[in-house]
């Protein structure tokens, strides 16, 4: 691929490339056509060949070339594959971009996301201990607790009332630490029935380490036929003009958080 690829970066071989999509054609007609000297188009034509884009015939005193379709096949197949995965990528980039555009214009004054509230449901395949063990211990915690492009660097989780919590993240591909924290967020656990009910409130902080904003969090977990249903609610206290961008990434990003927690979870379920 990299061999055609170079192949093709030449905008004198791409015009040859055009102009045998046409039909074969001798070396001393494509010089002319490209208007280039035919050395130089002879070149250009044992690269293309040597890519394997082009084959030729000797037929009396002409060297006739044409293309060959299958490198070309195979470059649009990739190309294609990269456009729908940043598709998919862009979707939820755009998204976001739309709803930071929203938020910033909506923060004028402190408090003026208080009472906004986010609510999510997800089956989950796992029993209600399993999903319990996932929302409270922090080494399984730490597999979920992140929108799909960050990871979690730093995590404290006391599963009892009163006990601290601490969330810190980085980007998912910083492995070794070094570029800077995306995030930080302290709190503490307000009420806890183990396999039913789990209530904490977490504050992200801002750069210079003030409270962005208080989420207040309730997850309830019951029994299903297929599992465990979690039904989340989310509210926002003490928000301040500086919190929109939190704000904006809350929607996606718990979702994403969420969506990774079902997969932990039937991922162990079959293990």
């Not at 905008?11 to 050395?39: H, N």
């Not at 395949?125 to 999903?131: E, I, L, R, S, Y």
């Amino acid at each position: 691929m990299d061999v055609l690829l170079a192949a093709l970066a030449d905008p004198a071989r791409r015009r040859l490339v055009t102009l045998l999509a046409e039909r074969p054609r001798p070396v001393g007609v494509l010089a002319e056509l490209a208007g280039a000297r035919q050395p130089q188009t002879t070149k250009h034509l044992q690269t293309l060949e040597r890519a394997g884009l082009v084959t030729a015939q000797r037929t009396g005193q002409r060297r006739v070339y044409a293309l060959q379709p299958g490198p070309l096949r195979e470059l649009a197949a990739e190309v294609s594959r990269l456009a729908e995965a940043a598709e998919r990528a862009g979707a939820d980039f755009a998204r976001h971009g739309l709803s930071l555009d929203a938020e910033r214009l909506a923060a004028a004054a402190d408090g003026w996301a208080d009472d906004r509230s986010f609510r999510f449901h997800r089956s989950l395949t796992g029993p209600a201990d399993q999903v319990w063990r996932h929302l409270t211990e922090a080494a399984l915690l730490a597999r979920w607790w992140t929108p799909d492009d960050l990871r979690v660097s730093q995590l404290v989780f006391e599963a009892r009332p009163g006990g601290r919590i601490v969330q810190e993240y980085r980007d998912a591909e910083d492995l070794g630490g070094t570029d800077v924290v995306v995030g930080r967020a302290e709190g503490a656990v307000v009420e806890v029935r183990p396999g039913e009910h789990l209530r904490y409130r977490l504050s992200p902080l801002l750069p210079d380490g003030s409270v962005a904003f208080t989420a207040h969090v309730e997850f309830e977990l019951r029994p299903t036929s297929a599992g465990t249903g979690l039904d989340v609610h989310y509210r926002i206290t003490d928000s301040t003009i500086d919190s929109a961008d939190f704000v904006a990434g809350i929607e996606l990003g718990f979702g994403q958080s969420l969506d990774k927690l079902a997969a932990t979870v039937s991922q162990r379920s079959l293990t």
